[in-house]
């Protein structure tokens, strides 16, 4: 798995997160000042990237936790079968299937013979947008 790590407290809102197992994106910071009884906490609210599921996490600054390394490629849409895309990779020519997006303004775009840029993370793929 293709997994990184970073502390709880450098975490920004638009970076990417492992929370429960999901790779998600932050939408939201707060920090807690240090109490009488411990260090300053750090409260996190991200998106799953594949479900859409609003995630929390709270934990002290220094607190280690998972980053997803996301590897970004270019494909070919080749067929449209039901909730599924089936794609070519144009460097290495793989074809394989992924869920539709859950975003309109992409899935309508999507027919054979578009360019799609797609992320590779934690061995899972998904759409993210239609080259013009």
Same mark, same amino acid.
Request: glycine residues 10%.
């Given at each position: 798995? +293709?997994?990184?790590?970073?502390?709880?407290?450098?975490?920004? +809102?638009?970076?990417?997160?492992? &929370?429960?197992?999901?790779?998600? %994106?932050?939408? #939201?910071?707060? %920090?807690?000042? =240090?109490?009488?009884?411990?260090?300053?906490? !750090?409260?996190?609210?991200?998106?799953?990237?594949?479900?859409?599921?609003?995630?929390?996490?709270? *934990?002290?600054?220094?607190? %280690?936790?998972?980053?997803?390394?996301? $590897?970004?490629?270019?494909?070919?849409?080749?067929?449209? &079968? *039901?909730?599924?895309?089936? &794609?070519?990779?144009? $460097? =290495?020519? #793989?074809?394989? $299937?992924?869920?539709?997006?859950?975003?309109?303004?992409?899935?309508?775009?999507?027919?054979?013979?578009? #360019?799609?840029?797609?992320?590779?993370?934690?061995? %899972?793929?998904? &759409? !993210?947008?239609?080259? #013009?």
């Amino acid at each position: 798995m +293709s997994i990184t790590y970073a502390e709880l407290g450098q975490l920004k +809102s638009g970076s990417y997160v492992v &929370i429960d197992g999901e790779p998600c %994106r932050v939408v #939201e910071v707060s %920090r807690a000042k =240090t109490g009488k009884h411990g260090s300053a906490k !750090v409260h996190l609210t991200a998106i799953c990237l594949f479900s859409g599921a609003r995630k929390t996490l709270v *934990g002290p600054v220094g607190q %280690r936790v998972e980053v997803p390394m996301i $590897e970004k490629r270019t494909g070919q849409v080749t067929a449209l &079968i *039901g909730d599924q895309v089936q &794609i070519m990779d144009l $460097e =290495t020519f #793989e074809t394989f $299937e992924v869920d539709k997006p859950n975003d309109p303004a992409v899935a309508n775009k999507l027919g054979p013979g578009k #360019e799609v840029e797609y992320w590779v993370v934690m061995d %899972r793929r998904m &759409i !993210v947008r239609v080259k #013009e």
